[in-house]
């Protein structure tokens, strides 16, 4: 493709976002990153592409598509990715730390308050009703997103055999992505023109994006070199505490077991928290002994109704398990380092992945064949995204969800009696003030925040519900 034909496809740039300007806005998104991953894409769709309009459609969904296939959170990671396309490494490191530190912060008050005193009530109170407005967020990213990313039959079609293959039958979501990819890219020569989402990759297709141009992104050459400097700094960065408490305190030391369990989990964590938290539950109640039965389950709980990655509950596990074997030093003390010292091993290699491979993933938006299989793995994640949607809303609406095998048949059935009937009001409430009444994302969370504290701290007692 020539330097004309590019530049004739290619809006004009918007001007450059201010640094202090982006930092202020990653800290609204880390303050108000609820729901999950479904939730925070949804959040960072609205803020990034409809409302500040920093980034394309095209160039969100290309982002979107590396950090689905990458281990750990993929929403701090897409943080992340855009943070380094907007102002480069100090971007990135800004976007992706604001991402996780209010949860960070959050999970460690919440992890001693359950150790000290293993009562919730009041936060579970408070976070009640933020958890039915999320809906209106995921409710509304799905819609947005699908209207973007299926431009056709075959892209819808791919949307719908995706959701089905890991909502109904269980299928890993890196072979969903990886079929997507492969049919794409050997599709694209046959029928080039099915492969063109309305936000499609590759700057030939910039001009089909609605959201008007985006500002100057980063550009970075993809060489050996670059690679090998981004290796020799967080190489050491993520290794070099785990191999210092090794050498200093032994492997059998609290610390140096939670460093060396929780890397290896941050490199098997492909499609979510969900994913890996059933071994993590195993292994720290069974194996290691840093859990009591069902205490993993109420970690959870915690996780999903605080900002920030759900994958923070692993920075609860640290924290009970240093509490409860805090040799010398003050439980509390104990727990706040283990459950830090776990974020860190969890968090590091996610800033390498992007930072490694950000300009390679960029370069693909040149290669037509890549392109279209990237666009083909754009209408996958579309139903990964319907089947976190929907698994949320169930959680939230039924008190209870059974699930059901039948052969390799996978359903989840809510027990209808169990329906939550405030929560179902709540998320009612947070559609109406979205999508009629234009109250803000913030409005509404909060308004809903207070109905829901007001309804378990207040009204239960009192009808005695």
Same mark, same amino acid.
């Given at each position: 493709m020539?330097?004309?034909?590019?530049?004739?496809?290619q809006?004009?740039?918007?001007?450059?976002?201010?640094?202090?300007?982006?930092?202020?806005v990653?800290?609204q998104?880390?303050l108000?990153?609820?729901g999950?991953?479904a939730?925070?894409?949804a959040? =960072?769709?609205?803020?990034?592409v409809?409302e500040?309009?920093?980034i394309g /459609?095209?160039r969100f969904?290309?982002?979107?598509?590396?950090c =689905?296939?990458?281990?750990?959170? /993929?929403?701090?990671q897409?943080?992340?990715?855009?943070?380094? &396309?907007?102002?480069?490494?100090?971007?990135?490191?800004?976007?992706?730390?604001?991402?996780?530190l209010?949860?960070f912060?959050v999970i460690?008050?919440?992890?001693?308050l359950?150790?000290g005193?293993q009562d919730?009530s009041l936060?579970?109170?408070?976070?009640?009703?933020?958890?039915?407005a999320?809906?209106?967020?995921?409710f509304d990213?799905?819609l947005?997103?699908?209207?973007?990313a299926?431009?056709n039959?075959?892209?819808t079609?791919l949307?719908?055999?995706?959701?089905i293959?890991?909502f109904f039958f269980?299928?890993?979501f890196?072979v969903i992505?990886?079929?997507?990819?492969?049919?794409g890219?050997?599709?694209?020569?046959?029928?080039?023109?099915?492969?063109?989402g309305?936000g499609?990759h590759g700057?030939?297709q910039?001009?089909? /994006?609605?959201?008007?141009?985006e500002?100057?992104?980063?550009?970075?050459p993809?060489?050996?070199?670059?690679a090998?400097?981004?290796?020799?700094?967080?190489?050491p960065l993520?290794f070099?505490?785990?191999l210092l !408490?090794?050498?200093?305190?032994g492997?059998?030391?609290?610390?140096?077991?939670?460093?060396?369990?929780?890397?290896?989990?941050?490199v098997?964590?492909?499609?979510?928290?969900y994913a890996?938290?059933?071994?993590?539950?195993?292994a720290?109640?069974?194996?290691f002994?840093?859990l009591?039965p069902g205490?993993? &389950?109420?970690?959870?709980?915690?996780a /999903?109704?605080?900002?920030?990655?759900?994958?923070?509950v !692993?920075?609860?596990?640290?924290f009970?398990?240093?509490?409860?074997d805090?040799?010398?030093?003050?439980?509390?003390?104990?727990?706040?380092?283990?459950?830090? &010292?776990v974020?860190?091993?969890?968090?590091?290699p996610?800033?390498?992945?992007i930072?490694?491979?950000?300009?390679?993933?960029?370069?693909?938006?040149?290669?037509?064949?890549?392109?279209?299989? !990237?666009?083909?793995?754009?209408?996958?994640?579309?139903?990964v995204?319907?089947n976190?949607?929907?698994?949320?809303?169930?959680?939230? !609406?039924?008190r209870?969800v059974?699930?059901?095998r039948?052969?390799?048949l996978k359903?989840?059935?809510?027990?209808?009696?169990?329906?939550?009937?405030?929560?179902?009001?709540?998320?009612?409430?947070?559609?109406?003030?979205?999508f009629?009444?234009k109250?803000g994302?913030?409005?509404?969370?909060a308004?809903?925040a207070a109905?829901?504290a007001?309804?378990?701290l207040?009204?239960?007692?009192?009808?005695?519900?």
């Amino acid at each position: 493709m020539s330097a004309g034909t590019t530049a004739a496809a290619q809006p004009a740039a918007a001007p450059a976002v201010a640094f202090g300007t982006a930092v202020g806005v990653w800290l609204q998104i880390g303050l108000t990153s609820f729901g999950g991953p479904a939730g925070q894409i949804a959040l =960072m769709h609205r803020v990034l592409v409809e409302e500040k309009r920093w980034i394309g /459609e095209a160039r969100f969904l290309h982002a979107l598509n590396y950090c =689905m296939l990458l281990p750990g959170p /993929e929403a701090m990671q897409l943080a992340t990715y855009v943070g380094w &396309l907007l102002h480069g490494t100090r971007g990135g490191l800004v976007a992706g730390t604001l991402f996780i530190l209010p949860g960070f912060l959050v999970i460690m008050a919440l992890s001693a308050l359950y150790a000290g005193f293993q009562d919730l009530s009041l936060v579970q109170a408070i976070f009640f009703g933020i958890k039915a407005a999320v809906l209106a967020v995921v409710f509304d990213a799905v819609l947005r997103i699908a209207r973007r990313a299926l431009g056709n039959a075959l892209l819808t079609a791919l949307a719908a055999v995706s959701f089905i293959g890991i909502f109904f039958f269980d299928v890993p979501f890196p072979v969903i992505v990886i079929a997507a990819g492969v049919f794409g890219f050997f599709g694209q020569s046959r029928a080039p023109a099915l492969f063109v989402g309305k936000g499609a990759h590759g700057p030939a297709q910039a001009g089909a /994006e609605d959201t008007g141009p985006e500002p100057s992104l980063r550009t970075v050459p993809a060489t050996a070199a670059r690679a090998l400097g981004v290796l020799g700094v967080w190489l050491p960065l993520w290794f070099g505490p785990i191999l210092l !408490l090794v050498l200093t305190v032994g492997s059998s030391d609290i610390y140096a077991r939670l460093a060396v369990f929780f890397s290896k989990m941050a490199v098997v964590t492909f499609g979510g928290a969900y994913a890996v938290l059933a071994y993590v539950a195993q292994a720290a109640v069974e194996d290691f002994g840093w859990l009591r039965p069902g205490e993993m &389950l109420d970690g959870l709980g915690l996780a /999903e109704t605080t900002p920030g990655p759900l994958i923070l509950v !692993l920075q609860y596990v640290g924290f009970l398990a240093s509490f409860r074997d805090p040799g010398s030093l003050d439980p509390f003390l104990a727990g706040a380092i283990g459950g830090a &010292l776990v974020v860190w091993v969890t968090f590091v290699p996610c800033f390498l992945w992007i930072f490694l491979g950000a300009p390679y993933v960029e370069r693909l938006r040149e290669n037509q064949r890549l392109s279209a299989a !990237l666009t083909a793995i754009t209408a996958a994640v579309v139903g990964v995204i319907l089947n976190l949607a929907a698994w949320f809303a169930l959680h939230v !609406l039924f008190r209870t969800v059974d699930t059901v095998r039948i052969g390799p048949l996978k359903l989840e059935v809510p027990a209808l009696a169990s329906l939550d009937t405030a929560a179902l009001v709540l998320a009612a409430l947070a559609v109406l003030a979205l999508f009629r009444v234009k109250v803000g994302m913030l409005p509404t969370l909060a308004g809903c925040a207070a109905l829901g504290a007001l309804y378990r701290l207040v009204l239960v007692p009192l009808l005695g519900a």
